[in-house]
T-cell receptor, first 113, second 118 residues
Framework: TQLLEQSPQFLSIQEGENLTVYCNSSSVFSSLQWYRQEPGEGPVLLVTVVTGGEVKKLKRLTFQFGDARKDSSLHITAAQPGDTGLYLCAGVRWGNSGYALNFGKGTSLLVTP | DAGVIQSPRHEVTEMGQEVTLRCKPISGHNSLFWYRQTMMRGLELLIYFNNNVPIDDSGMPEDRFSAKMPNASFSTLKIQPSEPRDSAVYFC????????????????FGPGTRLTVL
């Protein structure tokens, strides 16, 4: 079951532009993680947001967790070709048997020079 | 330090053949995850081990899939018999799961095995 919806699915922009990608769910998560995946490689964690309303910055990337801990956004300022990749959000759920990550399908970003 | 190691990186096989994918987690990590990634379905969790014990295998598609973790440094995912619809990239990930800072657990992914079943 895909609990997380990411939009847009594909995004092609020019270097220097700003962009925002979204991750939405009807479920509440303990925390939410953003990963970036480059072709031929596994996803790499960028950030974990834990508290509703939390905002984290990683250089030109700004991550926000919704107040209700159901959604998140990733904003990139002045995109560069090195930002090209698949951006995945993952909701973290804890249960009696441990934790699980529910991944969205991702936003595929292409930044052209 | 070496990251998560997966082998083979690419596997091409014919329908009906047995396929075994291998994973060596990061030393000291106590949790191991097998995922499958396709364009249609994205990244799906197949099975999750904690301290070598399978905790959640609800994502395993059917009886043709099986996974083992005989020790803390090795895991296998086996498909027998393989079918064309099993074609995908299979990822292994490991993490150090603990109750302290539990909401900040990070999973480290291997490079994946690209499986093609003809």
């Amino acid at each position: 079951t895909q609990l997380l919806e990411q939009s847009p699915q594909f995004l092609s922009i020019q270097e220097g532009e700003n962009l925002t990608v979204y991750c939405n769910s009807s479920s509440v998560f303990s925390s939410l993680q953003w990963y970036r995946q480059e072709p031929g490689e596994g996803p790499v964690l960028l950030v974990t947001v834990v508290t509703g309303g939390e905002v984290k910055k990683l250089k030109r990337l700004t991550f926000q967790f919704g107040d209700a801990r159901k959604d998140s956004s990733l904003h990139i300022t002045a995109a560069q070709p090195g930002d090209t990749g698949l951006y995945l959000c993952a909701g973290v759920r804890w249960g009696n048997s441990g934790y699980a990550l529910n991944f969205g399908k991702g936003t595929s970003l292409l930044v052209t020079p | 330090d070496a990251g998560v190691i997966q082998s083979p990186r690419h596997e091409v096989t014919e329908m009906g053949q047995e396929v075994t994918l291998r994973c060596k987690p990061i030393s000291g990590h106590n949790s191991l995850f097998w995922y499958r990634q396709t364009m249609m379905r994205g990244l799906e969790l197949l099975i999750y081990f904690n301290n070598n014990v399978p905790i959640d295998d609800s994502g395993m598609p059917e009886d043709r899939f099986s996974a083992k973790m005989p020790n803390a440094s090795f895991s296998t995912l086996k498909i027998q018999p393989s079918e064309p619809r099993d074609s995908a990239v299979y990822f292994c990930a490991s993490s150090l799961e603990g109750r302290t800072g539990r909401r900040r657990n990070e999973q480290f992914f291997g490079p994946g095995t690209r499986l093609t079943v003809l």
